[in-house]
């Protein structure tokens, strides 16, 4: 985030649940059971910032949903904290859109599926279609 620009504040941790049970999914080196969210903030004019502290603690115990899908306790604290403030979500997905929030993400939109892996060789200008090799 520094390299954006950004202050880190702080994180939350969301705890991911499924029937009342801590869930566990695949990692690479650990499983997982949790992500973590990094809160900041950018402030490019000489205006001060709105910030409340201490709005919640920095644990979301929730169940898990759709994929990718983000609790919308999150986006609640985040509010909070900084309630006039401009908002954007990194790696956002559509079933995470919120108002008055910019979302960005290279798996946004309806047609997502249909230009997900199309990449064009440099030279040819042909669609290459199989990337687990190296062009």
Same mark, same amino acid.
């Given at each position: 985030?520094?390299?954006?620009?950004?202050?880190?504040?702080?994180?939350?941790?969301?705890?991911?649940?499924?029937?009342?049970?801590?869930?566990?999914?695949?990692?690479?080196?650990?499983?997982?059971?949790? $992500?973590?969210? %990094?809160?900041?903030?950018?402030?490019?004019?000489?205006?001060?910032?709105?910030?409340? @502290?201490? #709005?919640?603690? *920095?644990?979301?115990?929730?169940?898990?949903?759709?994929?990718?899908?983000?609790?919308?306790?999150?986006?609640?604290?985040?509010?909070?904290?900084?309630?006039?403030?401009?908002?954007?979500?990194?790696?956002?997905?559509?079933?995470?859109?919120? $108002?008055?929030? %910019?979302?960005?993400?290279?798996?946004?939109?309806?047609?997502?599926?249909?230009?997900? @892996?199309? #990449?064009?060789? *440099?030279?040819?200008?042909?669609?290459?279609?199989?990337?687990?090799?190296?062009?």
């Amino acid at each position: 985030m520094n390299k954006w620009g950004y202050e880190v504040v702080d994180h939350i941790t969301w705890i991911k649940t499924k029937n009342m049970k801590i869930n566990v999914t695949h990692g690479y080196y650990f499983l997982h059971s949790s $992500e973590t969210c %990094l809160v900041g903030y950018k402030n490019n004019s000489n205006h001060p910032l709105e910030f409340i @502290s201490k #709005v919640n603690n *920095d644990l979301i115990f929730q169940e898990v949903t759709a994929k990718s899908q983000k609790p919308a306790q999150l986006y609640s604290i985040i509010d909070l904290l900084m309630p006039a403030s401009k908002k954007i979500e990194l790696f956002a997905r559509n079933h995470n859109l919120r $108002e008055g929030w %910019l979302s960005l993400g290279n798996q946004l939109g309806d047609s997502y599926n249909k230009w997900n @892996s199309v #990449v064009q060789c *440099d030279l040819c200008h042909h669609n290459i279609t199989h990337l687990n090799k190296r062009y």
